[in-house]
């Protein structure tokens, strides 16, 4: 077989296409990048735990991104090492986490918590420096604005718990 039919077999099906796709457009309306949307799909559709190899081989990326994106994966919990059977070589196989409990779980745990922290450290110094600014008028008016994007950081910290709970995390 030459290397024009390995790279072929080594390709998507059009099947394991449509799945990596929905994956990819989910992670776009959450602002990650593609490659990340990709990697999961794949270990999702995959009956077999897949290596990093595995990964950059059928999706044509970069093993830089496909490090990257198992690293994030990892630690949101959507993809975990698996056991290596059959495997001989001393690669590291993973597999998906299919729980929505736990995916969830994870995105709040590693992306909204931190964002909100940050995000209310950066209220309070626009705070500050707006209760400086000389023009009344405005001082006032970037106040009311302050005092909504507190309230909106506030009621975002109330309901995380409740998905959370509602999630079984």
């Given at each position: 077989?030459?290397?024009?039919?390995?790279?072929?077999?080594?390709?998507?099906?059009?099947?394991?296409?449509?799945?990596?796709?929905?994956?990819?457009?989910?992670?776009?309306?959450?602002?990650l990048?593609?490659?990340?949307?990709?990697?999961?799909?794949?270990?999702f559709?995959?009956?077999?735990?897949?290596?990093?190899?595995?990964?950059v081989?059928?999706?044509?990326?970069?093993?830089?991104?496909a490090?990257q994106?198992?690293?994030?994966?990892?630690?949101?919990g959507?993809?975990?090492?698996?056991?290596?059977?059959?495997?001989?070589?001393?690669?590291?196989?993973?597999?998906?986490a299919?729980?929505?409990?736990r995916?969830v779980?994870?995105?709040?745990?590693?992306?909204?918590?931190?964002?909100?922290?940050?995000?209310?450290?950066?209220?309070?110094?626009?705070?500050?420096?707006?209760?400086?600014?000389?023009?009344?008028?405005?001082?006032?008016?970037?106040s009311?604005?302050?005092?909504?994007?507190?309230q909106w950081?506030?009621?975002?910290?109330?309901?995380?718990?409740?998905?959370?709970?509602?999630?079984?995390?």
């Amino acid at each position: 077989m030459n290397q024009a039919q390995d790279k072929a077999n080594e390709s998507l099906d059009p099947l394991e296409r449509q799945v990596v796709d929905v994956f990819v457009d989910g992670v776009r309306v959450l602002g990650l990048p593609r490659s990340i949307g990709e990697i999961y799909g794949l270990l999702f559709i995959s009956r077999e735990p897949l290596s990093l190899d595995d990964l950059v081989i059928r999706l044509h990326i970069s093993k830089g991104s496909a490090s990257q994106g198992l690293r994030l994966l990892k630690s949101l919990g959507a993809v975990r090492e698996a056991a290596q059977n059959g495997h001989s070589e001393r690669r590291t196989y993973y597999e998906p986490a299919i729980e929505l409990k736990r995916l969830v779980g994870g995105f709040i745990r590693e992306q909204i918590r931190p964002h909100l922290k940050s995000g209310s450290i950066k209220i309070d110094r626009i705070a500050k420096s707006a209760s400086q600014l000389e023009n009344p008028e405005q001082r006032q008016f970037l106040s009311e604005r302050i005092e909504r994007l507190n309230q909106w950081m506030n009621s975002g910290s109330k309901v995380l718990p409740i998905l959370q709970k509602l999630l079984g995390q």
